[in-house]
């Protein structure tokens, strides 16, 4: 079969570690006799220094026209002016808006080899495996009025925190469809006691759970959910969470894993498929990225884990193109290495043969 794919590494890491996941792209080709047509954009920082613009009209046109899009990571000191008109961020977020979007998918999942790679008590990571939802479009990212000013008495700035039904309802129905198909619980993290979005995002998802008789919902409000995911992990299942609350909570979760570096996500304009977890062959265009930001401290020095942009991969495989044995051959691949000992820097706190972004692209890629 023959797919488009967008590659947009952006900046910093972005480069080293969509490297590597080419590498495993195309070792999938060849093992299941698929072509890839990749085109490659530029995004973020680079982009400024080139076209003046975060995302220039030509990356927006290939992202578009792709069967999906590969993304790395953008933004570095360069481009750091609080006071900049521009920012390189500017390009991720428009793309999102532009392409419609709105939920972003991150696995959270312990491989048994990093236990002891990550901070927390390994007898709490047995069994973790969720997936947070969070709303991409929306709430104090996107909202308007959204300014800085100077008065008399000094400066202020306002971020606005608005949701409407709709953006609430479509995103609480993402994770349903989602728990569906796995254990049947789903928690929906909110500020209820506190904010009025939160107390019109419980009452939405309150009722979209009567469309979802078999799956368990609960309603906790952020900062519970922020300590609960340390104390027991293994308790979530499905967590869907508005745009501030889930890019901070998933963060906060990357510890369970070992390292940024692990976590892929996919930001989606739904799912491609129903409650049965069946899902059809038809385009469903979204772009595929690791977590982790640009780190350009060590940029080109060949030591960023990869990892979490080759599971972006797989995600990739699996939700737009719909080749679900080809993503768990890579996902197979990952855990076969990680087993054998195979380590970045990032996650060898239990010793094991470090190696660098090539060689662990290499290894991965050969597994495949």
């Known amino acids: 079969m023959e797919f488009s794919l967008a590659i947009l590494p952006g900046d910093g890491i972005g480069p080293d570690v969509t490297t590597e996941a080419v590498r495993v792209l195309e070792a999938v080709g060849r093992r299941f006799g698929h072509d890839f047509d990749l085109k490659q954009g530029s995004i973020g920082g680079n982009a400024i220094d080139k076209t003046g613009t975060a995302l220039p009209e030509e990356t927006l046109e290939i992202s578009q026209a792709a069967d999906a899009v590969l993304f790395g990571a953008v933004g570095g ?106 254990r049947k619980r789903l928690t929906s993290v909110d500020k209820a006691n506190v904010l009025e979005t939160g107390r019109l995002w419980r009452e939405i998802a309150t009722r979209v759970a009567k469309d979802y008789p078999d799956v368990e919902i609960e309603h906790v409000l952020v900062d519970n959910a922020a300590m609960q995911l340390i104390i027991r992990p293994a308790h979530f299942d499905v967590i869907v969470a508005e745009n501030t609350f889930g890019d901070i909570l998933t963060d906060e979760a990357s510890v369970l894993s070992g390292s940024l570096g692990m976590l892929p996500s996919a930001s989606l304009a739904g799912l491609p498929g129903g409650a049965s977890g069946k899902r059809s062959r038809r385009k469903v265009n979204g772009l595929y990225e690791p977590i982790h930001g640009s780190a350009p401290d060590i940029a080109g020095q060949g030591i960023a884990n990869p990892i979490g942009t080759i599971l972006s991969l797989a995600m990739l495989l699996r939700y737009s193109l719909s080749l679900d044995d080809e993503a768990a051959a890579v996902e197979q691949a990952v855990q076969g290495v990680l087993a054998e000992g195979y380590r970045t820097r990032d996650i060898a706190g239990d010793g094991g043969d470090v190696i660098g972004t090539q060689q662990m692209g290499s290894v991965i890629a050969g597994r495949v």
């Open 77 to 182: 000191p360069k481009w750091d002016d609080l006071n900049a008109k521009v920012r390189p961020e500017d390009g991720i977020l428009g793309l999102r808006r532009t392409m419609g979007l709105f939920a972003n998918l991150r696995p959270v999942k312990v491989e048994p080899a990093l236990a002891n790679s990550s901070p927390i008590k390994k007898d709490r990571l047995e069994g973790v495996d969720m997936i947070v939802v969070r709303e991409l479009t929306g709430g104090l990212y996107f909202a308007k009025p959204k300014k800085r000013w100077r008065t008399s008495r000094g400066q202020r700035a306002v971020d606005t925190l608005r949701y409407t039904e709709q953006e609430i309802d479509r995103i609480v129905r993402v994770g349903f469809e989602l728990a569906m198909g796995r």
